[in-house]
């Protein structure tokens, strides 16, 4: 179960106990440069550690990384404002061959720096420039504090789409899970917290993340995610935007996170997946209904006709409702293989809701396996943004290693097979690298909010697919 965790995300990044193999404590200068092994590789199943204190009459702690390049999602380098584990702030968790690079500023006075390999693949690791200021950025004030307090970054929250509003709700930062609910207006474009009635509620939701969300009229259903005790919860919380209430729901029949929940057209919520946890890591093939428009509210497990549960159970995946095929449609997700751990998967699953068949759809072209992605309908496409693609059987020094997609693909449901990867310039690539995001959509445009990409994000991009080159498609597909 523990490296399972590791892999989510770097949500909650965990390590295996090494020894430290080197400390390094600077106090003394105002300026300098670390590397993670000077002239060569770091090693294997090691950790490095580098504290930097101010000295007398300075107070913020600049870095900026020149150049990175580490195993993707296994050998991390974290940062924290200090090294106090109990009060310490993580700043970052960055892995692969992450560009941009990110630059980090710490004010406690202290900067912690952790470089932490397993047995598996090394890489040439860091190169990073320090400076001590009393102010940050050289006193320039540009420092993203207004953008911080329209929306805290986040990971691993959901987005939800009802009128003009986009709701935001729990997610991870790094350092705590969050219960934050927030809602943007589009037409103005101003943040807001959602408001609550207290009194129409006795308890309130606990905060998460890897949940899933689902809109039903006037309401937002919550159910499972990750909790602030590590612990996967599996109860449901239903937000009703009228009244400002909050009510539980059923519980689910087992608890799961990194699932996905799809609301069908006859008012049914399709529950899809998962990670279960327990005592070894348990990948959920499993299928459950609730029926929203009866008075008595019950998951009920939903048995296919035929399936075989290797071939499906996953985690990390997306499912969209296609009305053309009367189907919920599932793509990629980690996947357990025998002797191979886990692996990206490419694979294109249809459920039909009547026949409650599952199929695997064989795709002409290939696309790479994603994880932590995210998938919406816009009109007769399904549009997939972003994720993890990462394979372990990559030449991680080849630069073709990606732990962040950079592409946004399109998958025709007419013809179900993908039909193009939209071209991106480099700097729009960059600026959008990110996983474990989520996305709604508004009118005619996908909505894709914060993410992961060594740090969490809280920036909003609205997607508008390209109507010449949608044409183009369908003309291509029919």
């Not at 390590?15 to 430290?20: A, N, R």
């Not at 009459?57 to 390049?69: D, H, M, R, V």
């Not at 929940?261 to 006859?266: D, F, K, R, S």
């Amino acid at each position: 179960m523990y490296l399972i965790l590791r892999v989510f995300l770097v949500l909650l990044p965990l390590c295996e106990p090494f020894d430290v193999s080197s400390r390094t404590i600077i106090t003394d200068q105002w300026a300098g440069t670390i590397r993670s092994n000077p002239g060569s590789m770091y090693l294997k199943n090691q950790e490095y550690e580098w504290l930097i204190k101010v000295p007398t009459g300075g107070k913020y702690i600049e870095l900026k990384f020149t150049a990175f390049s580490t195993e993707c999602l296994y050998d991390y380098v974290s940062v924290y404002d200090s090294n106090e584990e109990e009060t310490r702030l993580q700043l970052a968790a960055i892995s692969g061959n992450l560009r941009p690079l990110p630059d980090l500023i710490s004010d406690t006075g202290q900067l912690f720096i952790h470089l932490a390999s397993d047995a598996d693949e090394v890489s040439l690791g860091f190169i990073a420039n320090f400076s001590v200021t009393i102010c940050p950025n050289n006193c320039n004030g540009k420092n993203g504090s207004k953008l911080l307090q329209r929306m805290l970054p986040r990971q691993g929250h959901t987005a939800d789409v009802i009128g003009d509003y986009l709701y935001i709700f729990g997610g991870y930062d790094l350092n705590m899970v969050l219960y934050s609910f927030k809602r943007l207006y589009f037409p103005s474009g101003n943040w807001s917290d959602v408001p609550i009635d207290t009194d129409c509620a006795a308890q309130l939701p606990k905060g998460r993340y890897m949940h899933s969300s689902v809109v039903y009229k006037d309401s937002l259903l919550y159910c499972g995610g990750f909790l602030q005790t590590r612990e996967i919860g599996g109860d449901c919380w239903l937000y009703n935007i009228t009244t400002a209430c909050w009510s539980q729901y059923p519980d689910l029949p087992v608890p799961v996170t990194g699932h996905t929940a799809t609301l069908v057209p006859t008012g049914s919520v399709l529950l899809f997946g998962g990670l279960t946890g327990g005592d070894t890591d348990h990948f959920s093939c499993s299928l459950y209904e609730l029926d929203l428009t009866v008075r008595k509210l019950r998951w009920a497990p939903v048995t296919p006709a035929i399936y075989k549960c290797s071939e499906i159970r996953r985690y990390g995946h997306t499912a969209i409702y296609d009305p053309g095929s009367g189907s919920v449609v599932v793509f990629g997700g980690i996947v357990p293989i025998p002797h191979v751990r886990y692996e990206k998967s490419s694979d294109v699953l249809l459920f039909m809701v009547k026949k409650k068949v599952w199929s695997k759809l064989k795709i002409t072209t290939e696309v790479a396996g994603l994880v932590f992605h995210s998938a919406v309908k816009l009109g007769r496409f399904m549009v997939v943004f972003g994720g993890n693609g990462y394979r372990e059987t990559q030449n991680m020094h080849k630069e073709s290693q990606q732990c962040f997609n950079p592409d946004t693909l399109i998958f025709d449901l007419g013809c179900m097979d993908w039909v193009t990867q939209l071209p991106q310039d480099a700097t729009h690539k960059l600026a959008t690298l990110r996983y474990a995001h989520a996305a709604a959509v508004y009118q005619d445009s996908m909505v894709v909010v914060g993410g992961f990409n060594g740090q969490p994000r809280n920036d909003v991009l609205l997607y508008f697919p390209p109507r010449e080159e949608c044409n183009v498609i369908h003309k291509v597909c029919v």
